[in-house]
C-alpha cells in the first residue's frame, strides 16, 4: 500500500511540475517581445515540462509502454531542437540591420 501512495505521490509532483513549466513557456510566448526570447522560453520550458510529465508517467507503464514515453521524449527532443534552431537562424535573416 505504501509503494502505490509513494508512486502516486510521484506522479502528481512530476506533473504538476511539469504542468509549471508548459505554463511558464506559454507565458513566455505570449509576454516576451521579439522571437528570440519567445523562443528561448518556450524551447527550455517546454522540454523539461514534458520531461517532468514522461518521467511522472513511466512509475505506472509497464514494458513497451514505458520504453514508448521514452521514444516520444527523446523525439521530441530531436525535432524541438532542430525546429529551433531553423526558426532562430529564419528570424535572423528577417532581422533589418542595426
Known sequence: MTLLLARDIFTIVAVTFGAFFFLAGTVGLIRFPDTLTRLHALTKADNLGLGLVALGLLPWAD???ALKIVCVWVLVQFSSSTV???IARLAQQERPPA
Open 63 to 65: 514494458g513497451i509502454l
Open 84 to 86: 529551433s534552431q531553423l
